[in-house]
């Protein structure tokens, strides 16, 4: 018998990149920024709402998003990846 499946991953048919992913159980799916072209701002309802696993960050990134080590509503940091302690 195989794993089960946990992330739910989606590459793209012509170049093979990676254009997003997630936990299977959860309503969202994560998109990779740097896969696409984008110029000007994003419709609303594809602008980031906040940061998940933001503790493998590849840098700081000084928004009011909110950040989670993981996945909400436990471990929020901050910009520089700190911990907060009392949220």
């Known amino acids: 018998m195989g794993k089960k499946k946990t992330v ?3 590459f793209c048919k012509i170049c093979g990149c990676l254009v997003h ?3 299977v159980s959860a309503p969202f799916r994560a998109v ?3 896969t ?3 110029e000007g701002l994003l419709p609303e309802k594809y602008q980031a709402k906040v940061h998940f696993n933001y503790e493998n960050r590849l840098c700081n990134v000084a928004d009011k998003l909110p950040k989670f080590k993981t996945f909400p509503p436990k471990n929020k940091m901050d910009n520089e990846g700190n911990l907060l302690e009392s949220e």
């Open 36 to 38: 696409f072209k984008i």
């Open 21 to 23: 992913q997630g936990p």
């Open 32 to 34: 990779v920024p740097v």
């Open 8 to 10: 739910s991953r989606y």
